[in-house]
């Protein structure tokens, strides 16, 4: 594993996060990386190389890397449910499924009223069991994240699947591009990034439906991905580096990356203190003196 020196930016005297000088690289030679999720049953980080369309696996206890899964339906973003199962967008088949401990998929949505998704791209699960996701059309634009295709949906939205019945209900219509999301610790607000337009937007989370939805925080360099939050409630959002927020939406600080692009995110290891990075080509790491809020 390389390692590069590395410190925050500091844009906000309340910042107080710390932790390694270095980030390390432990991955290179995928084509778009995507979708970290830490598993801590069994210490390893999953993530996906979507062009490639292969689940790659990174050990935590000898530092190997692997193909989990291949062809892995273009997959795009995970989580883990309650119960520690694997919980993925396809983008490649248009669909949320469940990987259930025995190594079989099971498909949790793939239509709203009978319409197939364009393409989920980012997923979470809160405490009560239901799946929250978001669906770009990044898969069916064309042939390199997916399959080129028409869309069947009049725009693109944001869904939840009731843990009960299964049935699908879009709780929010009026975005460009959302994409990655995250839970407060409370779960009392949903953040959601919208790529196209540039920023973050918060939802209060009131009875499974989504209320408001103000602007959160503004790109201050690079598109908005994915999205995760620590215990004290900071939004950490990948674009241009890795930018971390406050709740009141002030700018805090900036984590730079030595790629383009910062697709997604994880706080992982045994006390969740450990930061995963995807970005580009490859996969990054840093231990911090803050830890991550369980809901990934």
Not at 208 to 221: D, I, Q, R, T, W
Request: aromatic share 10%.
């Amino acid at each position: 594993m390389s390692k590069t020196p590395v410190s925050f930016a500091v844009h906000d005297a309340r910042f107080n996060v710390g932790g390694d000088d270095y980030l390390e690289c432990l991955f290179s030679g995928g084509r778009w990386t995507e979708g970290p999720v830490y598993v801590p049953s069994g210490k390893y980080l999953l993530f996906s190389d979507i062009p490639n369309d292969r689940l790659m696996r990174w050990d935590e206890t000898d530092g190997s890397v692997s193909v989990f899964r291949s062809p892995a339906g273009y997959t795009n973003g995970h989580t883990l449910d309650r119960q520690g199962r694997l919980v993925s967008c396809e983008q490649g088949e248009r669909r949320i499924t469940r990987t259930e401990f025995d190594g079989s998929v099971t498909v949790l949505a793939d239509r709203w009223e009978g319409r197939r998704f364009n393409s989920p791209n980012d997923v979470v699960v809160d405490s009560a069991g239901a799946v929250w996701f978001t669906d770009p059309p990044y898969g069916i634009t064309s042939d390199y994240e997916g399959h080129r295709s028409d869309p069947e949906i009049d725009g693109c939205h944001v869904y939840r699947l009731d843990p009960g019945t299964g049935a699908v209900r879009r709780v929010a219509d009026d975005f460009q591009r959302p994409n990655g999301l995250a839970f407060s610790p409370d779960e009392r607000t949903l953040y959601i990034a919208d790529t196209a337009g540039g920023h973050i937007r918060s939802f209060a989370v009131e009875d499974g439906k989504l209320v408001g939805g103000a602007v959160f925080a503004e790109s201050p360099g690079g598109r908005f991905d994915g999205l995760r939050v620590d215990v004290e409630g900071r939004v950490w959002a990948a674009a241009a580096g890795v930018h971390c927020f406050d709740p009141d939406g002030s700018h805090l600080a900036t984590l730079q990356v030595p790629q383009p692009a910062v697709s997604n995110l994880v706080f992982g290891g045994p006390k969740r203190n450990r930061l995963f990075i995807t970005a580009t080509d490859s996969v990054y790491s840093i231990m911090l003196n803050t830890n991550g809020a369980w809901r990934l």
